[in-house]
């Protein structure tokens, strides 16, 4: 039914799909908006707004997806055109999910204000209500609800407001946006139920840049390099999403630029260079899972309400290429998954790692500021001012190639020891299906046995990280009864790589899950002395020992020295009493006969 707006004194009433709802705009003004965008609410004025929409309007629902350490819950608004609050009944009726997320690091606040003006004119002033008949919203204000109420204005001092806003890590002092892999946050284990059981078709993470200046007032990243998604939705996130955003974000006055980093710092005639995130970050994880995924930098120099109104113009961009996309979109998800699923899929190198060359480019006009050079009469430092008048359209180049660095074969299965069933937990999270072995089973395998690793000298996430070196091999092994078993026949076949893979960027090897392999303890505390009652044993024992043994005493030296002796039948031993405790306790079977 087509939507009407009538305006009668001081109320609107919205009438549409059979439901009549009384607005008075003076009564839904946001904090934001009231403050001129000086402020932003708390989380209770925050959850109290969220509330009030959901009584409001028919098509929206509030909900909460966890709770914090802190006991805050972490909120949810669920918009919908007939009020559906599942994923099934939503796909139902045809329509696909936009996700978008705010406040994972709650000093880039950009997101919250953005999602609660673009919902109140949408589900009661009437504003591109039409969208919801094939886009249905999931949108959460504040993800780091503790963080967030470490409110403070010398947060982010160098940010163009809010006066006031919260902290970057949560109140166990990590940072969201590392976690998604590794999930050590109460938070991420939520969002990562929430993620995996609607798996929304476009996600969007709002955040606020923390460096450079130049005219734009926002960039975005998309991980379409062609390596973390699959062909089908990664042409489509390239081709439609990408190609329209830029289209409709620079008409209604917001030009874009990817995600850059400077050949050299604030030269951007020298070239830029895009950039890659591994799955530890949030749009990197929606791209592994197959779902484009688009990271929202606003520019921290920026005043807040303009930051605001360029959120606006995202959400309410990206709802209309999905609602004029739907098919072509559900098409690409549809195909990705079944591709990751597939044996094709596998019989490919996977990459894990590369760099980004100039080998392809990508020719732009780059929106800088003028700039004047100076030595600091403060700091003796070179010192780069930026003139806010003399705006310089820049010609350069964006580098754009893609050379692979790490790469492995994908297995059909992995093995994961029945001792460790925290990391099964963790798979279990990002999606990844599981069995388990009723009896032990012996197979041909290949392995990882580590070798030793350098150990950060300071924690990250509150974590000893490692680069870990490890042999591979193939070994008969055999599976104790209660192993996991992982096919990869499966669409989250991808995130059991990115965990499980010793050396992918992020993996939980990364993250320390497995240091006590890594640097292996040895139980061994045998004193060599006593093989002279051993040596004599296993000489006795073993004619083809006897033999080596008797080969070896032929060199003088070997036979002149004591301590060689007695050595050559202690690391013997010393090897039969290991207990594979170097051993990577996932192991990867390469065939389906098993």
């Known amino acids: 039914m087509k939507r009407v707006i009538v305006l009668a004194g001081a109320l609107l009433f919205l009438i549409g799909c059979g439901r009549q709802v009384k607005y008075n705009p003076a009564e839904w003004v946001t904090y934001a908006e009231q403050t001129d965008f000086q402020k932003t609410p708390r989380y209770e004025q925050t959850v109290d707004y969220c509330r009030r929409l959901a009584d409001a309007s028919p098509m929206v629902t509030y909900t909460s997806f966890g709770t914090s350490p802190q006991g805050r819950e972490l909120p949810l608004l669920i918009v919908d055109r007939d009020g559906l609050d599942t994923p099934d009944k939503i796909r139902q009726k045809g329509r696909v999910v936009m996700f978008v997320e705010a406040c994972i690091h709650s000093g880039e606040p950009d997101g919250k204000d953005a999602g609660l003006i673009f919902i109140r004119d949408m589900v009661l002033g009437g504003e591109n209500q039409e969208l919801l008949d094939k886009v249905s919203l999931l949108f959460c204000p504040i993800f780091n609800v503790d963080g967030h109420e470490n409110f403070g204005a010398i947060n982010r001092i160098n940010q163009n407001g809010p006066d006031e806003l919260g902290t970057r890590y949560t109140a166990q002092l990590l940072n969201l946006n590392r976690d998604f892999m590794k999930a050590d946050a109460p938070e991420t284990r939520a969002w990562l139920k929430l993620f995996s059981s609607w798996l929304p078709e476009l996600f969007i993470d709002v955040h606020v840049t923390d460096g450079a200046d130049f005219q734009y007032v926002s960039t975005y990243d998309l991980d379409d390099f062609g390596t973390l998604m699959a062909p089908a939705i990664n042409d489509w996130t390239a081709n439609v999403y990408e190609k329209y955003l830029n289209e409709m974000m620079a008409s209604d006055g917001f030009p874009l630029l990817p995600y850059f980093e400077y050949y050299n710092q604030d030269r951007p005639e020298d070239g830029i260079s895009r950039v890659f995130f591994d799955p530890r970050y949030s749009e990197s994880y929606g791209a592994m899972r197959n779902r484009p995924s688009l990271l929202i930098e606003n520019h921290i120099y920026k005043p807040y309400r303009q930051r605001v109104e360029c959120t606006i113009a995202y959400i309410r961009n990206s709802m209309k290429i999905l609602a004029e996309n739907t098919e072509t979109l559900k098409d690409a998800v549809r195909k990705?998954?079944?591709?990751?699923?597939?044996?094709?899929?596998?019989?490919?190198?996977?990459?894990?790692?590369?760099?980004?060359?100039?080998?392809?480019?990508?020719?732009?006009?780059?929106?800088?500021?003028?700039?004047?050079?100076?030595?600091?009469?403060?700091?003796?430092?070179?010192?780069?001012?930026?003139?806010?008048?003399?705006?310089?359209?820049?010609?350069?180049?964006?580098?754009?190639?893609?050379?692979?660095?790490?790469?492995?074969?994908?297995?059909?299965?992995?093995?994961?020891?029945?001792?460790?069933?925290?990391?099964?937990?963790?798979?279990?999270?990002?999606?990844?299906?599981?069995?388990?072995?009723?009896?032990?089973?012996?197979?041909?395998?290949?392995?990882?046995?580590?070798?030793?690793?350098?150990?950060?000298?300071?924690?990250?996430?509150?974590?000893?990280?490692?680069?870990?070196?490890?042999?591979?091999?193939?070994?008969?092994?055999?599976?104790?009864?209660?192993?996991?078993?992982?096919?990869?026949?499966?669409?989250?076949?991808?995130?059991?790589?990115?965990?499980?893979?010793?050396?992918?960027?992020?993996?939980?090897?990364?993250?320390g899950f497995f240091n006590s392999n890594v640097q292996a303890s040895n139980e061994f505390w045998i004193r060599k002395a006593y093989m002279e009652e051993k040596g004599r044993e296993m000489l006795a024992k073993d004619p083809s020992l006897k033999a080596e043994f008797e080969q070896k005493m032929k060199d003088k030296a070997f036979a002149a020295n004591p301590n060689a002796i007695l050595t050559f039948f202690y690391d013997i031993v010393k090897a039969q009493s290991e207990q594979n405790n170097d051993l990577h306790p996932a192991w990867r079977l390469m065939t389906r006969n098993r």
């Open 336 to 511: 990705s998954d079944e591709y990751v699923a597939s044996a094709e899929f596998r019989s490919k190198p996977y990459v894990l790692n590369f760099q980004i060359t100039d080998e392809v480019k990508k020719d732009v006009v780059f929106l800088a500021w003028g700039r004047d050079t100076t030595i600091s009469d403060l700091s003796g430092a070179m010192w780069v001012r930026h003139n806010y008048n003399k705006p310089i359209n820049t010609p350069t180049f964006i580098k754009m190639g893609v050379k692979p660095t790490y790469t492995v074969m994908i297995p059909e299965y992995y093995i994961l020891m029945p001792e460790r069933g925290d990391i099964a937990e963790i798979l279990a999270l990002h999606g990844v299906a599981m069995s388990r072995l009723d009896a032990p089973v012996e197979m041909e395998v290949e392995t990882y046995r580590y070798t030793g690793g350098d150990f950060s000298r300071r924690q990250s996430e509150g974590r000893i990280t490692v680069n870990a070196r490890y042999t591979s091999q193939k070994e008969k092994l055999t599976a104790p009864a209660g192993s996991y078993v992982i096919d990869m026949n499966q669409p989250a076949a991808p995130a059991a790589v990115w965990a499980l893979e010793p050396g992918a960027p992020g993996s939980l090897t990364y993250w």
